[in-house]
């Protein structure tokens, strides 16, 4: 199938094919023909799965096509805002404006984006100068409305991206004050990776008749994404990841922690090992995430640590590796994690390291999956098994009892250097496997 059979316009084909999109992806051949004739829309889909092109291409046609904000003579009129997507975080709401520029830059279609951490001045600048599109973090976007810098009285169509995601993150009050606002005839998509009832029940009171779209199923792990699970010591889990990156010659790798600290804490012992490391949390500066992603991506930082909620969304093209340092609490954040390997059809290695604290939440991630990880102990970090399962508090594995179960060669291996495997017996092991 082409995207030409979607039903798109030709100057939304040129914008995708200059993208290098040949071919549609599932959730794309389904949502697009199905936004285009104004159905309302209910999507389980992952990020990876080219949602963002399967609303912002159609979103766009119809806009462009329903030209209300367009004098007879093409000028530009500053008029009302036409459609609102709303996303959890700020680097979303970045990613998802920039798509839509992309994807709309051959249409006379103003597009802004609007998220806290910032200024707002520029954006009430930008909202001055009209704008058809808003995508928006929902915090920021009711300040917005209280200062009545927006407005929302003419919306045609609403997005809803990664809507788990916004309820985990506390935003349904912020998200049904933002309901009450707009007209009551409208379009509305909604995207979720995973329908728990809140998000049922969110969605069964304000899309009409929706079309239903399940491109992949529900907690179903991304095809491509070859996992693997590397039993260590909890206390050994830093120098691991550093010999994997060098051994195996890792370009680029973006680590999960559970922590903002522990993210912190790990880039900078990283950094101690000569790798050029990064840390992207929510108490980081807007320009310090921006900064750290847009090195990521450029390749000056070869190791991004992040923590679930500032990781989600994260569009990194062909990211070829991911590790979870420590594993999620929530098992759907796996699932979510690894996303960020194997994208749009690449393939992509998650790979976990896990320490006897982490048996349960092992155990729960497989369960969610249906499947069991393939367990692959690296030569010269086996587990020792006198250390005993402790606690994880507070994020933190070991809880009150780091220290405990420091067994002399636990205690050897990790303060020699010469405690590291050799390249050969790293890959005997793999071998083995
Ligand atoms: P998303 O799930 O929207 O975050 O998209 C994931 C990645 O897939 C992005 O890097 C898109 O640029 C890419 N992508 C989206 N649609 C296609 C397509 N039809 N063919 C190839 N890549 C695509």
Request: hydrophobic share 40%; with cysteine; aromatic share 4%.
């Amino acid at each position: 199938m082409s995207f030409q059979s979607l039903g798109l316009s030709a100057d939304l084909l040129r914008a995708v094919a200059a993208q290098g999109y040949s071919t549609p992806t599932p959730v794309q051949r389904e949502a697009i023909p199905a936004i285009l004739e104004g159905r309302d829309v209910l999507a389980g889909a992952q990020t990876g799965t080219g949602k963002t092109a399967g609303f912002a291409l159609p979103l766009l046609q119809r806009l462009a096509a329903g030209c209300r904000a367009h004098d007879d003579d093409g000028r530009k009129r500053s008029g009302p805002v036409r459609a609102l997507i709303l996303t959890p975080t700020r680097e979303l709401a970045a990613q998802v404006a920039e798509s839509v520029r992309t994807y709309g830059k051959y249409l006379p279609l103003k597009c802004a984006v609007v998220y806290g951490g910032v200024n707002i001045n520029p954006q009430i600048a930008a909202l001055r100068r009209g704008v058809d599109i808003v995508v928006a973090t929902p915090g920021r976007l009711l300040d917005h409305v209280s200062q009545r810098t927006v407005d929302l009285s003419q919306l045609d169509i609403l997005v809803l991206d990664e809507a788990d995601r916004m309820l985990d993150m506390g935003f349904i009050h912020d998200i049904r004050k933002i309901l009450a606002l707009l007209p009551r005839r409208r379009q509305n998509l909604l995207f979720s990776a995973t329908f728990p009832d809140e998000i049922k029940t969110l969605a069964g009171s304000f899309l009409v008749s929706p079309q239903l779209i399940q491109v992949a199923r529900q907690s179903c792990a991304a095809e491509g994404i070859a996992q693997v699970v590397h039993p260590v010591d909890r206390e050994r889990k830093r120098e691991l990841l550093s010999w994997l990156i060098g051994s195996q010659n890792w370009r680029q790798v973006l680590v999960f922690t559970r922590t903002k600290h522990g993210a912190n804490r790990l880039a900078k012992q990283l950094q101690q090992d000569g790798l050029n490391a990064a840390a992207i949390h929510g108490n980081k500066s807007q320009g310090a995430r921006t900064r750290a992603l847009a090195e990521f991506k450029d390749g000056t930082v070869r190791v991004l640590v992040a923590t679930d909620i500032a990781a989600r969304g994260l569009d990194i093209d062909q990211l070829p590796h991911v590790v979870n340092f420590e594993l999620p609490h929530v098992a759907e954040d796996y699932v979510h994690r690894i996303g960020r390997t194997g994208r749009a059809g690449n393939e992509g290695e998650a790979v976990s390291l896990v320490c006897v604290d982490e048996a349960g939440l092992l155990h729960g991630i497989e369960r969610l999956l249906g499947q069991r990880i393939a367990r692959l102990a690296i030569s010269g970090y086996e587990p020792d098994p006198s250390i005993k399962a402790a606690p994880i508090l507070n994020g933190r594995s070991g809880g009150k009892l780091r220290g405990h179960g420091g067994s002399p060669r636990h205690a050897r291996n990790y303060a020699s250097p010469r405690g590291r495997p050799s390249r050969s017996g790293h890959g005997g092991s793999r071998a083995r496997a």
